[in-house]
């Protein structure tokens, strides 16, 4: 059984009167620390983590989490896009507190669907893949990381570490223009020993035809993105 840590966020002078105190779990700082890396969590995607490796918790369960993160002052939760479920992400004191490095960040609807999508990959590769390592997007924009890049200046959405192999992964959900596809693709190939795609199946056949174009093309596999769900 996971020991609870004596860990409390206190309310600060001033603050909100709901920042009260909470003591965190060895669940909540994993789960805290998982969708600080990935910018943000669906809560039905967040009800799927926080029953890993087991089976889901209920929403309820789930909503009960948040509602004691956004007390501490620790995550904020909004529904922004009519009809559809909510979405969870860290404030700075969230990610002080559990020691991540990256600036506050609030989402727009516009880049809910993408920030969807890449967790369900996360998911999937991590579920296929144990042992494997994960880093995001908004890891691989720090600094430090920048300096481990030479492919143009494109940031891949996630690099997985499988082994000793390190794997560019790409959610494209959209088409880019032919020239600008071929030009990241191929980038990417000379980068990365292993380069994965997950895309619907309509722009999956554009990046076929990309990877037809460059060379080191057998290091690059487009996946339908279905097969994540």
């Known amino acids: 059984m996971s020991e609870v840590l004596a860990r409390k966020v206190e309310g600060i002078g001033g603050g909100r009167a709901d920042k009260g105190i909470v003591r965190l779990t060895d669940r909540d700082i994993a789960s805290l620390r998982w969708v600080g890396e990935q910018y943000a969590i669906r809560i039905d995607q967040l ?79 991590e579920n296929r893949h144990e042992g494997s390592k994960w880093r995001s997007e908004r890891e691989l924009r720090q600094g430090a990381a920048m300096q481990t890049f030479d492919n143009g200046g494109h940031i891949v959405d996630a690099e997985a570490m499988l082994n000793e192999v390190v794997v560019a992964v790409e959610v494209e959900l959209t088409s880019k223009s032919s020239a600008r596809r071929t030009s990241i693709m191929a980038e990417l190939a000379k980068s990365y020993a292993t380069v994965w795609y997950f895309a619907p199946r309509d722009v999956g056949a554009l990046l076929e035809k990309a990877r037809a174009q460059i060379s080191n093309s057998e290091r690059v596999r487009v996946y339908p993105l279905e097969r994540v769900r």
């Open 47 to 125: 009800a799927l983590l926080l029953g890993r490796p087991a089976n889901a918790v209920s929403d309820s369960t789930a909503r009960g989490v948040v509602s004691r993160w956004v007390r501490g002052g620790l995550a904020e939760y909004r529904k922004l896009i009519a009809g559809e479920p909510g979405f969870v992400w860290l404030t700075r004191r969230g990610l002080r507190h559990i020691d991540l490095p990256f600036k506050p960040w609030e989402p727009c609807a516009t880049v809910l669907n993408h920030i969807y999508w890449v967790n369900q990959v996360r998911f999937s590769v």
